[in-house]
Each structure stands twice: as C-alpha cells, then as structure tokens.
C-alpha cells in the first residue's frame, strides 16, 4: 500500500475557536472534528503523515498556534501548517510571515472563492503573494471554476510563488458543468508554477453521490492535465462529508484511481509531489 500525504487536512476545534462561516454547514455547524477523531477514521489506510490546512477560523493567527501546540505531540503526524493569511492587508503582512517558521508554517491560503473577483488582483495582494514566494513558502489557491482565469492570472504575476489549486478547481460536478471547467484546467495546467490538489470533489456533487463512480471522471481530467509529478493529494475532511460521503470512502476512491497508474505515478500522487512542493518528508 503506497503510502498517502494528506496535505488538506482541516481540523475543527469549536472549543477553542470560532468558524463563523460553518452556520451555512450544518453537517459541521458546532461539531468537533479532532485529530483523535482523524486518527480513528484513517487508522489502517496507510496515511503516513499530514498537512493541516487553515479552517478560515474567525482568529485565524490562533489558529495556526493551535495547530503548532498539536504538532508538538510526538504522535501528531502533523507535519506543517499551511496557514491563513490577508495577501490584500499591507500592514503586518511581513511580520505574519516573519512567524511562520516559530509554527511550523510550509505555505498559506487565503480563501478567495467566496471574495469579490478583485480581491487577488491588487498590487498589494500580488506583492505579498510574492513575498510568500520569495521565502520558498508555497500559496494555495481555492477559486471557483468560473474565477480560473483569475486564478491564472495571479499565478502569471507571481512566477516566483510555487502555487497550489485546490480542489480540483472546484468543479460543478452537481451540474455536470464540464467544458469551462476542463478549459481552465487546461490553461492552468500550462503554469510550471501550479500543482494541483486532488481533494474537495467529494464536497461538489449532488447529495448522496459523494463515490467513485461520480468524481472519477474529474480526478482523472486533472491528472491528464497537469500530469501525476504535478498532483498531490488532500482528503479535505471534514468538509467532504457534507454531500454525504466520509473519509475512508475518499480514501478508498482516491486508492482505486491511484491503481490505474505505473508504480513511479502512484508514489508520485500519493506523496512525492507534496513532499517536493512544500518542502516535507514522510517519517520512515
């Protein structure tokens, strides 16, 4: 069994921070989503490690002290932060980024699929994007399908910044909205400077179509697209059980996909391209 990389791992703490955009996720809205709990729901499928990935908490500096207080643990398999971050905010942008390494911080992301369209395109946003880039760190990108082409255009203006496209692009799997989609991707894909994550799609279909059978089309498009040295793996838990699916049915989707390639193509998706993007080593 190759071993998995999870490199979008959210961890939920409403204990101890707030989220005020999960009151339009009921299947989240005031639950726990703990590592113990990850730990339960992955134990035997083979996940060697682990990136956490910011939860858009409403301190979202908190957030990533929290997550460097959990990684400590010896057992965490925590492996780094990809942390929140306000590109578009000149004032202590440096000094945010000055912090990353006390937290154990490989990358940021700055949500922007639920911004205006402007967000990314200031000169302030770009520069900061470029001071990430700078500092060998990388920037994960979430964008609509319909916002690619913005999401290209950042990546053109920063050549310098190694990014990361989540979630596929965020495909309109519900609506079978292919051909925009599948153009973007494409385009996208001809950036040297984007990988793309295999994560989020369990989260774009129609309820209780959250399988193989439905995402396999779409994983497979963007592995055709940017090639498997270029994709990396995320299982976007919790956020891929609201549509009905779980965590250990993405896991065992993402491993059948995975068996349709060579040995090299597998190891590659499954951890070598994120332990070359963001710079970290599975134990072992």
């Avoid at 205006?116 to 001071?131: E, G, I, K, L």
């Amino acid at each position: 069994m190759v071993p998995l990389l999870d490199t979008h791992q959210h961890l939920v703490y409403p204990g101890r921070q707030r989220y005020a955009w999960m009151a339009g996720a009921p299947a989240l809205d005031g639950k726990a989503f703990t590592l113990d709990d990850y730990r339960a729901l992955t134990a035997g499928a083979g996940v060697a490690g682990t990136l956490f990935m910011e939860v858009d908490a409403d301190d979202w500096r908190d957030e990533a002290a929290m997550v460097a207080d959990l990684a400590a643990a010896e057992d965490s398999g925590l492996l780094g932060t990809i942390a929140a971050c306000r590109p578009e905010v000149d004032e202590g942008f440096e000094a945010w980024l000055d912090e990353g390494p006390g937290l154990g911080v490989v990358g940021y992301r700055r949500i922007l699929h639920e911004t205006t369209d402007d967000v990314s395109q200031s000169d302030t946003f770009r520069a900061n994007v470029a001071r990430i880039g700078a500092r060998g760190l990388t920037f994960d990108m979430c964008f609509q399908a319909r916002q690619l082409g913005i999401a290209r255009d950042l990546a053109i203006a920063c050549d310098g910044t190694q990014f990361v496209l989540d979630h596929c692009g965020v495909p309109d799997i519900a609506g079978g909205v292919w051909e925009p989609w599948h153009e973007g991707i494409t385009a996208m894909a001809a950036l040297p400077n984007v990988a793309a994550k295999l994560s989020g799609v369990f989260a774009y279909v129609k309820p209780g179509e959250a399988d193989l059978a439905t995402v396999r089309p779409w994983v497979e498009a963007v592995i055709a697209a940017f090639g498997p040295d270029r994709c990396l793996w995320g299982s976007d838990w919790p956020v891929c059980i609201v549509k009905g699916g779980d965590l250990p049915g993405w896991i065992a989707a993402f491993r059948t996909i995975l068996a349709g390639y060579s040995d090299d193509e597998q190891r590659a998706m499954a951890h070598g391209t994120a332990e070359r993007v963001y710079k970290v080593r599975l134990p072992g």
